[in-house]
């Protein structure tokens, strides 16, 4: 069996800290896909990174940036210098390559404050 | 403009009726498939579709069926609704596997009483 775990319920900054997600997954599978979403208050969901379990390079993308390590089976989300558009809840999913399942941990909830 | 629809938005309904919950993309993805969002459990899949005619279970299936008669659309059926069915379900799609994003429509909001 699969399974996401993001240990932090919520967590809530200043305007302008860094912020870091954490994930941890579990799958036997040796081909797998992560992912995160962004959900902000108006409810819809934002694709925002999916990794393949074979490229463990990290990702920039402008203020986000993504660790993948697939010793410790994390794949942490970093937001550098938050700020308040940022508030949302974030989620961490596992992809499995063999049948399309898709798992997600039940998400950490950012307030970024002005 | 590319998107997944879902209608209704918002549906309160009572414990028995049968109801349909449709879901439509317009982009010609191979994939589709349902989710419910409960409060501290994440999103949780219920069904899942590769292709026309080929579906499966998702991880909370009990409760729920699917059926993919044409490549557009995946309605989600609850045949006899329970309280616990209350919830926000969401529709994806996406153009195939993995590699591809997963598009969400902007969810429904169920209510059974």
């Known amino acids: 069996a699969q399974k996401v775990t993001q240990a932090q319920t919520e967590i809530s900054v200043v305007e302008k800290e860094d912020v870091t997600l954490d994930c941890v997954y579990e799958?036997?599978?040796?081909?797998?896909?992560l992912f995160w979403y962004k959900q902000p208050p108006s409810g819809e969901l934002v694709f925002l990174i999916r990794?393949?379990?074979?490229?463990?390079q990290n990702e920039i993308s402008g203020r986000y940036s993504w660790n993948f390590q697939k010793s410790t089976s994390s794949f942490n989300f970093t937001i550098t210098a938050s700020q308040v558009v940022d508030s949302a809840v974030y989620f961490c999913a596992l992809g499995r390559s063999n049948d399309y399942k898709l798992s997600f941990g039940a998400g950490t909830t950012v307030t970024v404050r002005a | 403009e590319a998107q997944v629809t879902q209608n209704p938005r918002y549906l309160i309904t009572v414990t028995g009726k049968k109801l349909t919950v449709t879901c439509s993309q317009n982009?010609?993805?191979?994939?589709m498939s349902w989710y419910r969002q409960d409060p501290g459990l994440g999103l949780r899949q219920i069904y899942y579709?590769?292709?026309?005619?080929?579906?499966d279970k998702g991880d909370v299936p009990e409760g729920y069926k699917v059926s993919r008669k044409e490549k557009r659309n995946f309605p989600l059926i609850l045949e006899s609704p329970s309280p616990n069915q209350t919830s926000l379900y969401f529709c994806?799609?996406?153009?195939?596997?993995?590699?591809?994003?997963?598009?969400f429509g902007p969810g429904t909001r169920l209510t059974v009483t």
């Open positions: 982009m010609n993805h191979e994939y």
């Open positions: 994806a799609s996406s153009a195939g596997a993995w590699n591809y994003e997963q598009y």
């Open positions: 990794r393949n379990s074979f490229d463990e």
């Open positions: 799958t036997r599978d040796t081909t797998y896909y």
């Open positions: 579709s590769m292709n026309v005619e080929v579906t």
